[in-house]
């Protein structure tokens, strides 16, 4: 299979099946001498752990972290860095029946177009369990970025119908409910919607949107690498995403240039700034060093227990129902994995614009 590494400079190469061994991934190109343990990455992969609240699968598993390699003493060496979390409570029985037909919104049929056969359990790598290895190296991004001081931060926008009020907006509110929405009368309302979803045997969509400050303007690349076309393509990477925005998003289609364009004013110390931030933060595929703000539209689990159509192998019709552990509502597990997917971007676009310049490549070998 073609397509698991992602990254140029910070890469990662992800692997593992849902219901295998366990999952894993491999980071290349961390620096050397960074202060790492296994506590770090747990506490991100604690976020997307399933069974923590009614709206999450109920599959019990402590996705317990081990560092194989690159970490000595507790920093890292610069060498590849090797990470694993075994899976332990798989139930493949629960996916015997699907063997034969193909699941509505599911890669089923994709994958025996593509490969001739499949892994039917839990969905093998198109399973929302592949992500498991994004969070662990998004973990380890983070905290080199945190050490740069850029801060990567998303949340639940939006569920079904119900969206946060912005003028309650309120960050510590994010930690505070299961869904992660910053609003907590959205997250209430949210709730009581998924509750109707359950009861029809339904699931849900949703929004996740993160904002990202710190980053230095002058980040990306102008023609194929541009910012917001690689952090496009890391979200859009992520199994249920259906749509991706940055900044006004979809709204300056119905916008005009005037009230579009960003205004440059001067502060008190010299400086550019921007009055407004309708791009989000990235002009020409570079940074301009105002927040980030992207976006991401979940699809609803495609896993339901309510009747649906659909065919087997054979070409035979049936009416199924899904059996098995799955989650009413894809976002809030997601929150943490879009934050991890634009901190493996933005560290690899950072890393890589450390060469555009050849005043900062002469300084820094000056000072060796």
Known sequence: MFGSTFGNIFKI???????????????????????LCEEDIQAYLDRRKPGQSRYTTQRKESDRVEILSGVFEGKTTGTPISLIVANTDQRSHDYSEIANYYRPGHADRNYDVKYGFRDYRGGGRSSGRETIGR?????????????????????TLSIGPVSINRDLFDFEEIQNNALFMPDAAAAKEASAYL????????????????????????????????????LGKAILSIGAVKSFEI??????????????????RM?????????????????????DGTPIIIRAAFKPTPSIASIQESVTRSGEELDISIKGRHDPIIVPRAVVVVESMAALTILDSMLASMTSRID?????????
């Open 135 to 155: 969070v662990a190296a998004g973990a380890v991004a983070a905290k080199i970025l945190r050490e740069l001081g850029v801060e990567v931060c998303a949340y």
């Open 267 to 287: 502060d008190n110390e010299g400086n550019v700034w921007k009055k407004t931030n309708h791009s989000g933060g990235i002009t020409g595929g570079l940074s």
């Open 360 to 368: 900062r490549i002469k300084t820094f070998f000056e000072k060796l």
């Open 13 to 35: 190469t992800t692997w593992g099946e849902s219901h295998g061994a366990g999952i894993g991934v491999v980071i290349d190109g961390c620096p050397a001498g960074l202060p």
């Open 247 to 264: 900044g006004d998003g979809i709204r300056v289609a119905s916008s005009d240039g005037l009230h579009n364009n960003d205004a440059y």
């Open 195 to 230: 509750e109707k979803c359950m009861s029809e045997k339904n699931s849900a969509g949703g929004m996740i949107e993160c904002k990202i400050t710190g980053v230095p303007a002058g980040i990306g690349e102008p023609v194929f690498e541009k910012l917001n076309a690689n």
